[in-house]
């Protein structure tokens, strides 16, 4: 089973932040990587798939890198709607999930 | 716009089956191009994804839940479920029922749309 796993597990930050969010495998993946975010009471939202095309419709303050292992979520100025989690997830072996990161106020 | 909903019990007698239904809206659900699939969370715990029924009828299942899962399409209705047998508490979670998009292009492949989630209690 391939392990993901997502750093920081929360983080405070303010509007108009640039925030930067890790994830990681525990073997390559290449590229298949996808970020997602979730809001109280709705359903998550596809951001970002094969590690930095950005779903239609979304924002581009949001951007997607990485291969390999080593991945990273970046919204380069954070915005009152973008507190929410997020989450990695991997679709080159069966599929898994990082363990989210909170973003807070 | 294709949505997703899910819905179900939302308490189950722990060995009981534990059914949910997705129903698809905005599309049919058969369109030759589109798989579907079942994801969960535990409170507390991480998301897992449970299982795909792609757009050929193949069915790939987490291994963890193989002996007692069925995932199945009702093409007339609009709708996939799911059936888990002998249920536990470890079975209490947030249900999602998601399309499973495969890339035209190549194997990328993606969870997009979700449904907005059902909690599934599993209690005497």
């Known amino acids: 089973d391939i392990q993901m796993t997502q750093s920081p597990s929360s983080l405070s930050a303010s509007v108009g932040d640039r925030v930067t969010i890790t994830c990681r495998a525990s073997?390559?993946?290449?590229?298949?990587l996808n970020w997602y975010q979730r809001k109280p009471g709705k359903a998550p939202k596809l951001l970002i798939y094969?590690?930095?095309t950005l779903q239609s419709g979304v924002p581009s303050r949001f951007s997607g890198t990485g291969s390999g292992t080593d991945f990273t979520l970046t919204i380069s100025s954070l915005q009152p709607e973008d507190f929410a989690s997020y989450y990695c997830?991997?679709?080159?072996?069966?599929?898994?999930f990082g363990q989210g990161t909170k973003l807070e106020i | 716009q294709l949505q997703l909903q899910e819905s179900g019990p939302a308490l189950v007698k722990p060995s009981e089956t534990l059914s949910l239904f997705c129903t698809v809206s905005g599309g049919p659900i058969s369109n030759g191009n589109d798989s579907w699939a079942w994801i969960r969370q535990p409170p507390g715990k991480g998301l897992e994804w449970i299982g795909t029924i792609y757009y050929s009828g193949s069915l790939h299942y987490n291994p963890s839940l193989k002996s007692r899962l069925t995932i199945s399409v009702d093409t007339p209705n609009n709708q996939f479920s799911l059936r888990l047998t002998s249920a536990t508490a470890a079975d209490t979670a947030m249900y999602y029922c998601?399309?499973?998009?495969?890339?035209?292009?190549?194997?990328?492949?993606?969870?997009?749309?979700w449904g907005q989630g059902t909690l599934v209690t599993v209690s005497s």
């Open positions: 073997q390559t993946i290449k590229r298949y």
């Open positions: 094969a590690a930095s």
């Open positions: 998601v399309r499973h998009l495969i890339a035209a292009d190549g194997p990328y492949n993606w969870f997009d749309p």
């Open positions: 997830q991997q679709s080159f072996n069966t599929y898994s």
